[in-house]
Nanobody, 124 residues
Framework: QVQLVESGGGSVQAGGSLRLSCAAS????????MGWFRQAPGKEREFVAA????????YYADSVKGRFTISRDSPKNAAYLQMNRLKPEDTAVYYC?????????????????WGQGTQVTVSS
């Protein structure tokens, strides 16, 4: 099994920044892609960003493009989400996800493992 643990969430004012981290442990695959999703109260879990095994392919939701940056440190089995110019509508629980495949994926169903989530709250 694979365990994912997110950290770095918190409360920030609009315009501020946060950096989320995701640490993977357990049965780590030879190659794997990672992604970030978020879920606001009363809403479906939605795609935020994804990165391929090599880091050469990245995808972003239109709502975060230009403000968020996904990255990874494969030797450390970690992924990161740098979030700048945060807006109140970014408030949500943010989840890290992992799939034992090499490309980058936008759909929730493409991921096999999920973390417990970390809360991000942006006040106006």
């Amino acid at each position: 099994q694979v365990q994912l643990v997110e950290s770095g969430g918190g409360s920030v004012q609009a315009g501020g920044s946060l950096r989320l981290s995701c640490a993977a442990s357990g049965r780590i695959f030879v190659t794997y892609a990672m992604g970030w999703f978020r879920q606001a109260p009363g809403k479906e879990r939605e795609f935020v960003a994804a990165i391929s095994w090599t880091g050469g392919i990245v995808y972003y939701a239109d709502s975060v493009k230009g403000r968020f940056t996904i990255s990874r440190d494969s030797p450390k089995n970690a992924a990161y989400l740098q979030m700048n110019r945060l807006k109140p509508e970014d408030t949500a629980v943010y989840y890290c996800a992992l799939t034992p495949r090499g490309s980058a994926y936008r759909a929730k169903n493409d991921y096999d493992y999920w973390g417990q989530g970390t809360q991000v709250t942006v006040s106006s």
